[in-house]
């Protein structure tokens, strides 16, 4: 496979192999270029899942983590974004509304064999006027009630593209495959996780470093969508990239419940799974190597089913200011990719 020599630039550019730059408020070529499953109105099981029963499950873990969160009179509390909107800000719209997660953002043959699969943790808030993202509140309102495709197209043209925080670093990695239909993007959990601040407008990204009730509200919401992500995962036989150590847990925690065998690929020795003394100290327990050594050593978790098996490669999230430094535009990663994909 030809490698790709993309230089990516978090910040006033974005450079590209022939020599010119995409200033911000462009797109990378990639997104504009995709050929996605809501384009071609691809009927797909699991986001039409998620569109429909998202809501109702997100009303179930509300009741079930209340009591776990921060009180009402503490100056911040976690939550996910798609409820709890306050109608003084939106209208009496917003009273009591519950939206649907986030649908995968798929290619239309996202079910292909060779397709390749990237995961990450969490969705952060994009919903205009309280993230920093611009999904007007309306739309979703209206969409809520459509097809997830008709969300889709909106979440394409509102959030991934021209997005320097997360999507528009990803297209390297994606590019690199060759194929703008085979893909799936996707996180762990669906639900947008957010920290609301008393007396701040916008809502903060959730961080579960040292903050056990944050830690308890990612995995609550990631173990019940484990069924959708196995679904996704099991259509495919190649190449699964994890973003960040969370998503790389996450997913080794689902082979194994799969029945599946995990091993490095260089030593051949079986993963041995931690033990915790809380339930969903996972969420911040580094599973084994640092991404850092994988890229020096090339290595990856090998994981089969029966005849059907899969390269699980943990890179750098985008949005971690160190991966940045330490692997820019994912030059390092790139070329991990071709020499073992």
């Known amino acids: 496979m030809d490698f790709i020599g993309h230089r990516l630039r978090i910040g006033k550019d974005i450079r590209q192999p022939h020599g010119g730059s995409l200033k911000r408020g462009e797109t990378q070529s990639f997104w504009s270029k995709a050929d996605f499953a809501f384009q071609r109105k691809v009927q797909d099981s699991i986001n039409e899942g998620i569109w429909a029963q998202s809501a109702k499950m997100q009303e179930e873990l509300d009741r079930a983590n209340r009591p776990r969160l921060p009180s009402a009179g503490k100056r911040a509390r976690h939550l996910v974004q798609q409820t709890l909107l306050d109608p003084t800000f939106f209208g009496r719209k917003a009273d009591g509304l519950v939206l649907p997660w986030v649908p995968d953002v798929l290619g239309c043959q996202w079910d292909h064999e060779s397709a390749v699969q990237i995961v990450g943790s969490a969705y952060a808030g994009f919903i205009q006027g309280i993230s920093k993202r611009s999904f007007p509140f309306e739309a979703y309102l209206r969409t809520s009630r459509l097809s997830w495709h008709d969300f889709a197209e909106l979440y394409l043209n509102h959030v ?20 703008t239909r085979r893909f799936s993007l996707f996180d762990l959990c669906r639900a947008s996780l957010v920290t609301r601040v008393q007396g701040s407008l916008l809502d903060k990204p959730i961080s579960l470093k040292g903050d056990d009730d944050a830690q308890k509200l990612f995995a609550d919401h990631a173990d019940c969508q484990m069924e959708w992500t196995w679904k996704r995962l099991e259509h495919s036989r190649g190449c699964i990239i994890a973003l960040g150590f969370t998503a790389e847990y996450g997913l080794l925690r689902l082979f194994r419940d799969q029945g599946c065998r995990i091993e490095d690929s260089a030593t051949r020795i079986p993963y041995k799974f931690k033990k915790h003394g809380k339930d969903f100290a996972w969420t911040v327990n580094y599973p084994s190597q640092t991404i850092k050594s994988r890229l020096n050593s090339k290595t990856f978790w090998d ?20 991966g940045r430094r330490k692997d820019l535009g994912y030059e390092k990663t790139l070329k991990f990719l071709e020499a073992v994909v």
């Open 160 to 179: 991934i593209q021209g997005d320097y925080d997360y999507y528009e670093p990803l297209c390297p990695l994606l590019e690199l495959f060759g194929n």
């Open 303 to 322: 994981v089969a089913q029966g005849q059907r098996r899969w390269k699980l490669i943990p890179v750098y999230h985008p949005q971690y200011s160190e």
